[in-house]
């Protein structure tokens, strides 16, 4: 069991639904990191999802492409992320933490190091959006041979035939994307995400979480009221890049778990 697993199951006991946010390491710098994911637990945050910054993520939009360039220009590496979280976990010992990210990074690392290493910092579980099930030994069994959950993402083209190759070796939870498309693309509609939540969840017990497209404390509400709770990423990963204070991003993020946890 992992710190996502038991946040589940706590939430599942409580009739609620979750909220997870992302953030990016590094945006604009270390230390502004570390302070607004020190607060995200208290501002309602469920689950924190942790960007490992890379020169190339090709599912991301403008937004967080901005964040992890900016990271990256400040010096920030995967040692230093995992520095983020050995920081959270001074401070916060309960939130889960998924580090989400590209394999360029992990791979170059070497994949026991930074299992090994994950693990010691406090990470909970790894979203990597460029291995598929395919290569499910290259990353997947380790990891959660060393304990982490792995999360799979499915998208509206993930069909009937496709799905329960996505879902055979998922761990934690079901991150479905609400959109074709990238990141702070478009917005997400409730009519269109339903249906596919409740086809997912036909096919697994693992709870569903929506993301890509919530921008709105309401929107929040809709989408979590459907599914088993919602991401919001590019909508705060934006506040942080205009220059709003931590105080400001984390009123913000506390506006969004209130109405997802309404949903």
Known sequence: MTRIDDTFARLRAANRKAFVTYIMAGDPDAETTKRIARGLGAAGVDVIELGLPFTDPMADGPTIQLAGQRALDGGMTLEGTLDIVRDLRAHDDA??????????????????????????AGVDGLIVVDLPPEEDDELCIPAQRAGLNFIRLATPTTDDRR?????????????????????????????????????IKAATDLPVIVGFGIKTPEAARDIAAVADGCVVGSAIVDRIGKG????????????????????
Do not use: C, W
């Not at 791979?107 to 994950?118: I, K, M, N, P, Q």
């Not at 709003?244 to 949903?263: I, K, T």
């Open 95 to 120: 939130t889960p933490v998924v580090l989400m990210g590209y394999y360029n990074p992990i791979y170059s690392r070497g994949v026991d190091r930074f299992l090994e290493e994950a693990r010691e």
């Open 163 to 199: 799905l329960p190759k996505v879902l055979q070796n998922t761990s934690g939870f079901v991150y479905y994307v609400s959109i074709t498309g990238i990141t702070g693309a478009g917005s997400a509609s409730v009519e269109k995400v339903a249906p596919e939540v409740a086809r």
């Open 244 to 263: 709003d204070d931590v105080d400001a991003v984390l009123d913000y993020v506390r506006a969004l778990a209130d109405g997802a946890h309404s949903g």
